[in-house]
């Protein structure tokens, strides 16, 4: 009796045999590994596609580098967009100053008319004396000419703000206000069209007229305050309510 032996390529009762690999062949051709999986008949298995395995995480890593650079270069597109813009634009000229508050203003230079009574010696060294330290302007009123007795009068602004050096002393009543500017006391009196200011502290007396349309009129006296100081000595019967 003849013996029949096997090899390891006989099929098996599926019509499959086992290759000398270990692999199986199927009936269609295709060679089955040990595990299961099945490849083509000339034993060489596609390569697996690396866009397939790549990491989830490295796409994510990729998208948002894109995205952080897109977010850098539009601020600095921007910007360039505005320094062009700026450069293309012309300049807008500098709006004019406008004037100042202190500038001096539109006067007639016609000279002011005003008295000039006769002094004694010592008057009128005190008025010299004062009328030479007076300042060019009082605010913005420029000082004028006068008519007469340029040494004891002094005029300002048009209409004129009149400063005079000597003559007889006003009387008033005792209870009228008395009023301190810079160390000088001022006695105040009204009339239609101005306000008359007299020294009641000093040896000469000294009296501005401060037409109506100036309002304030002790505040047109601090300069002519502070020169009188300077150069017109206290004297006189100082009332009560004059604090210096």
């Known amino acids: 009796m003849d013996e029949i032996t096997t090899s390891s390529s006989a099929l098996d009762d599926d019509g499959t045999g086992d290759a000398a690999d270990g692999t199986r062949q199927a009936a269609d051709g295709t060679r089955q590994a040990a595990d299961g999986t099945r490849g083509p008949a000339d034993g060489n298995r596609e390569p697996a596609d690396p866009a397939a395995a790549a990491p989830a995480g490295r796409d994510r890593t990729i998208r948002g580098a894109a995205l952080l650079a897109t977010l850098i270069a539009l601020p600095v597109t921007l910007l360039v967009a505005v320094l062009a813009f ?21 006067q007639s230079t016609t000279p002011v008319q005003m008295a000039a009574p006769a002094l004694a010696a010592r008057p009128a060294t005190v008025c010299r004396a004062l009328l030479s330290q007076l300042p060019a302007s009082i605010r913005d009123l420029a000082q004028r000419p006068v008519t007469a007795g340029p040494e004891q009068n002094a005029a300002y602004g048009d209409p004129a703000l009149t400063v005079a050096c000597g003559g007889a002393e006003p009387t008033f009543p005792s209870t009228d206000e008395v009023w301190t500017v810079n160390r000088v006391c001022w006695h105040l009196a009204e009339q239609a069209d101005a306000a008359v200011l007299s020294t009641v502290d000093r040896e000469t007396l000294i009296t501005v007229r401060i037409p109506r349309s100036y ?12 020169t009188i100081v300077a150069t017109v000595p206290s004297g006189g019967a100082i009332p009560s309510g004059c604090q210096r």
């Not at 309002?215 to 502070?226: A, D, K, M, N, Y």
């Open 215 to 226: 309002e304030q009129p002790l505040q047109w006296v601090p300069t002519i305050s502070s």
């Open 86 to 106: 700026t450069k293309l634009t012309p300049d807008t000229p500098a709006a004019a100053p406008s004037p100042s508050a202190s500038s001096a203003r539109v």
